[in-house]
């Protein structure tokens, strides 16, 4: 038979020097693209032979083959697909058969990455170019179904590429790879190796539906065996939930976590109409170690049409829900689409919006039947879930539904926001709440003295994420959010006139020492006032009601912000002997530099009472010491 030279289209001979030149990251990707196209080629035998039962095409047996040769070094993906005839070698290969191709290629060449350039590649299907990455020349040998002859196309990925009609070609396509020389730095593998092989068909392509054979080396002495099947070609995503055990399920989440645990629930999705997909999530039963860590790895595996893509997709599922794993298999994506353009892209918008909801009404479920694995999810990533107060306002209400807090009103019951506002006292129209680094130092601090005096249920928040998440929800169903430990406060409903009246008279009393130890404290707080909310202790500290508190200033510095630091409000009790005593001194000594001690003693020990740290603990002690050596 002739063979004919012809030369690259200008446009696919600058991708093929792209695609030489390592354009994408991970060459194993090679195989993949490959093994994607002969399952395609089978799905469109499958198809036109249901069309036309006429066509001469042999479907008894459809699947792909791959042949190693460690000798020649090369590696053959072969299908008994619908083949391609001689001008559609031609066109397909020879040139870049879509419009825009001067585009793509501009784009092509300006992406800033290789995860860019990858999903350039896929929008554009050209996927096949890759295999020159792995290989020095690459031959392909089809015969169409329902033909007689074949088409035998050469190239090694410069210039030219030649064509010849041959008589003895098989049905379908084969994709033979003259492969170059390992080199593991840049990620170009031993590909005649067959554990190699079996790995990446294990990872890329394992719920393929048609069976992906290979023939094991034979051992000294044995006779040749018979052909394995690589890939397990269970879609569990796409095969009903009467089909599916949950022991199958739960052996696919242990795969896909790595976690030897069962998980706590299993999801399913499927949306059928103009954008269709399959998902299969879990819920873990432990939260991972690394959960909280910059370098954690999130996203649900991609799909497309049973085709691995990418192994953590973070667009599909927002921050928040990190700790959810499983399978979203697409069918109107393309092959190797990046990262970025996954951010943009529409319909993965979609899908995360409803994958996020139901996985939220999933949890609400969850909630509502089994009190026990709720305290489990709750336990294990109620502090992931919160950070989606802050960050997703379009499912804010959701999330509050499912989340749940420690309160004064049980020691070991949690409440939720809802039953708070039923519980609350008449004439109660704040939610009160107080945060700190454990239970046991918030529920003992000075702020909460008036409130357990008078029985007004305050939530106990110890997460870092409850500094700001109160302060990006606000209220709920009509109710403020206030903390205990922000500006005035006051809890004197039932006589709030005498109440009025009695403060007014003592702050005219006090007014004189309040303004001198304002100006003894000028360097860490802005004023000193009587307090509403102590009933036991001698002062606290306060911040105003639109400060950042001490935590979350401490929160953005560990970020790299700069904060300024916030002066705070030092508040005294006028019914603590202490203060009486301060107050008693101060009217009558006029020589006060051991009582501008004192108040410096009062303004520590304020500090101290709410887990801070004294500005100078050296000095703290030595005045603490020297007053205790007196008393003796």
Same mark, same amino acid.
């Given at each position: 038979?002739?063979?004919?030279?012809?030369?690259?289209?200008?446009?696919?001979?600058?991708?093929?020097?792209?695609?030489?030149?390592?354009?994408?990251?991970?060459?194993?990707?090679?195989?993949?693209?490959?093994?994607?196209?002969?399952?395609?080629?089978?799905?469109?035998?499958?198809?036109?032979?249901?069309?036309?039962?006429?066509?001469?095409?042999?479907?008894?047996?459809?699947?792909?083959?791959?042949?190693?040769?460690?000798?020649?070094?090369?590696?053959?993906?072969?299908?008994?697909?619908?083949?391609?005839?001689?001008?559609?070698?031609?066109?397909?290969?020879?040139?870049?058969?879509?419009?825009?191709?001067?585009?793509?290629?501009?784009?092509?060449?300006?992406?800033?990455?290789?995860?860019?350039?990858?999903?350039?590649?896929?929008?554009?299907?050209?996927?096949?170019?890759?295999?020159?990455?792995?290989?020095?020349?690459?031959?392909?040998?089809?015969?169409?179904?329902?033909?007689?002859?074949?088409?035998?196309?050469?190239?090694?990925?410069?210039?030219?590429?030649?064509?010849?009609?041959?008589?003895?070609?098989?049905?379908?396509?084969?994709?033979?790879?003259?492969?170059?020389?390992?080199?593991?730095?840049?990620?170009?593998?031993?590909?005649?190796?067959?554990?190699?092989?079996?790995?990446?068909?294990?990872?890329?392509?394992?719920?393929?539906?048609?069976?992906?054979?290979?023939?094991?080396?034979?051992?000294?002495?044995?006779?040749?065996?018979?052909?394995?099947?690589?890939?397990?070609?269970?879609?569990?995503?796409?095969?009903?939930?009467?089909?599916?055990?949950?022991?199958?399920?739960?052996?696919?989440?242990?795969?896909?976590?790595?976690?030897?645990?069962?998980?706590?629930?299993?999801?399913?999705?499927?949306?059928?109409?103009?954008?269709?997909?399959?998902?299969?999530?879990?819920?873990?039963?432990?939260?991972?170690?690394?959960?909280?860590?910059?370098?954690?790895?999130?996203?649900?595996?991609?799909?497309?049409?049973?085709?691995?893509?990418?192994?953590?997709?973070?667009?599909?599922?927002?921050?928040?829900?990190?700790?959810?794993?499983?399978?979203?298999?697409?069918?109107?994506?393309?092959?190797?689409?990046?990262?970025?353009?996954?951010?943009?892209?529409?319909?993965?918008?979609?899908?995360?919006?409803?994958?996020? &909801? @139901?996985?939220? #009404?999933?949890? $609400?479920?969850?909630?509502?039947? /089994?009190? *026990?694995?709720?305290?489990?999810?709750?336990? +294990?990533?109620?502090?992931?879930?919160?950070?989606?107060?802050?960050?997703?306002?379009?499912?804010?209400?959701?999330?509050?539904?499912?989340?749940?807090?420690?309160?004064?009103?049980?020691?070991?019951?949690?409440?939720?926001?809802?039953?708070?506002?039923?519980?609350?006292?008449?004439?109660?129209?704040?939610?009160?709440?107080?945060?700190?680094?454990?239970?046991?130092?918030?529920?003992?601090?000075?702020?909460?003295?008036?409130?357990?005096?008078?029985?007004?249920?305050?939530?106990?928040?110890?997460?870092?994420?409850?500094?700001?998440?109160?302060?990006?929800?606000?209220?709920?169903?009509? &109710? @403020?959010?206030? #903390?205990?430990? $922000?500006?005035?406060?006051?809890? /004197?409903? *039932?006589?709030?006139?005498?109440?009025?009246? +009695?403060?007014?008279?003592?702050?005219?009393?006090?007014?004189?020492?309040?303004?001198?130890?304002?100006?003894?404290?000028?360097?860490?707080?802005?004023?000193?006032?009587?307090?509403?909310?102590?009933?036991?202790?001698?002062?606290?500290?306060?911040?105003?009601?639109?400060?950042?508190?001490?935590?979350?200033?401490?929160?953005?510095?560990?970020?790299?912000?700069?904060?300024?630091?916030?002066?705070?409000?030092?508040?005294?009790?006028?019914?603590?002997?202490?203060?009486?005593?301060?107050?008693?001194?101060?009217?009558?000594?006029?020589?006060?530099?051991?009582?501008?001690?004192?108040?410096?003693?009062?303004?520590?020990?304020?500090?101290?009472?709410?887990?801070?740290?004294?500005?100078?603990?050296?000095?703290?002690?030595?005045?603490?010491?020297?007053?205790?050596?007196?008393?003796?």
């Amino acid at each position: 038979m002739t063979t004919e030279t012809f030369e690259f289209q200008v446009e696919a001979r600058q991708l093929l020097q792209l695609m030489i030149h390592s354009v994408y990251s991970n060459k194993d990707v090679f195989l993949r693209e490959l093994v994607s196209n002969a399952s395609d080629a089978l799905d469109k035998l499958r198809l036109e032979k249901l069309r036309d039962d006429s066509l001469d095409a042999d479907v008894s047996d459809l699947h792909i083959e791959l042949d190693v040769d460690k000798e020649a070094r090369t590696l053959t993906v072969r299908d008994n697909g619908i083949g391609m005839s001689y001008d559609e070698v031609g066109q397909l290969i020879g040139t870049i058969a879509n419009s825009g191709t001067a585009t793509f290629l501009k784009e092509l060449k300006e992406a800033k990455d290789a995860g860019g350039a990858e999903g350039l590649i896929g929008q554009f299907g050209v996927g096949f170019y890759s295999g020159f990455m792995a290989a020095d020349e690459v031959t392909l040998v089809t015969r169409r179904a329902g033909e007689s002859q074949g088409t035998r196309w050469t190239s090694r990925g410069e210039a030219t590429y030649t064509l010849e009609r041959v008589d003895d070609a098989p049905q379908g396509t084969s994709v033979t790879l003259h492969l170059k020389p390992a080199d593991p730095e840049n990620q170009l593998h031993d590909y005649t190796s067959e554990w190699t092989i079996r790995e990446i068909v294990k990872r890329y392509s394992d719920f393929i539906t048609w069976p992906i054979r290979m023939v094991p080396e034979a051992k000294d002495g044995e006779d040749a065996p018979e052909p394995e099947t690589l890939n397990s070609m269970k879609a569990l995503w796409a095969r009903s939930r009467d089909e599916v055990s949950d022991d199958e399920y739960h052996e696919l989440y242990k795969h896909i976590s790595h976690d030897w645990r069962e998980p706590l629930e299993t999801i399913r999705l499927q949306a059928e109409g103009t954008f269709e997909y399959q998902a299969l999530l879990f819920v873990p039963s432990h939260a991972p170690h690394d959960l909280f860590t910059r370098d954690f790895k999130r996203g649900v595996q991609l799909y497309v049409k049973r085709v691995f893509i990418m192994d953590d997709c973070e667009a599909l599922l927002p921050p928040y829900l990190r700790f959810v794993k499983g399978v979203v298999d697409a069918q109107d994506l393309s092959l190797n689409v990046s990262r970025e353009i996954l951010q943009q892209d529409r319909h993965i918008r979609m899908m995360q919006r409803r994958l996020t &909801k @139901k996985v939220l #009404s999933t949890v $609400k479920e969850i909630k509502a039947k /089994d009190g *026990e694995r709720y305290a489990t999810f709750w336990r +294990e990533f109620g502090t992931a879930l919160k950070e989606g107060l802050v960050t997703d306002s379009e499912n804010r209400d959701a999330i509050l539904a499912v989340s749940s807090f420690a309160s004064t009103h049980s020691d070991d019951e949690p409440t939720t926001l809802a039953q708070y506002v039923e519980r609350m006292k008449d004439g109660q129209d704040d939610i009160w709440f107080i945060t700190g680094e454990s239970r046991q130092s918030i529920e003992n601090s000075p702020h909460m003295e008036a409130f357990r005096d008078k029985g007004i249920e305050v939530l106990l928040l110890t997460d870092a994420v409850d500094e700001v998440w109160v302060d990006a929800v606000g209220e709920y169903e009509g &109710k @403020k959010l206030r #903390s205990v430990a $922000k500006g005035e406060i006051d809890l /004197d409903a *039932e006589d709030e006139e005498k109440a009025g009246e +009695e403060r007014e008279k003592q702050a005219e009393e006090y007014a004189g020492l309040l303004g001198w130890m304002r100006e003894q404290l000028d360097e860490d707080i802005k004023e000193v006032r009587l307090s509403t909310r102590l009933t036991v202790s001698p002062a606290c500290i306060v911040s105003d009601a639109h400060d950042l508190t001490p935590a979350l200033e401490n929160m953005y510095r560990a970020m790299g912000q700069e904060v300024p630091r916030t002066k705070r409000i030092l508040e005294l009790n006028p019914g603590h002997p202490l203060v009486k005593g301060l107050h008693q001194a101060y009217q009558g000594s006029e020589d006060r530099a051991e009582l501008a001690e004192s108040a410096e003693l009062l303004h520590t020990l304020a500090v101290l009472a709410e887990g801070g740290q004294p500005k100078d603990p050296a000095r703290f002690v030595r005045l603490v010491a020297d007053r205790l050596e007196r008393t003796l």
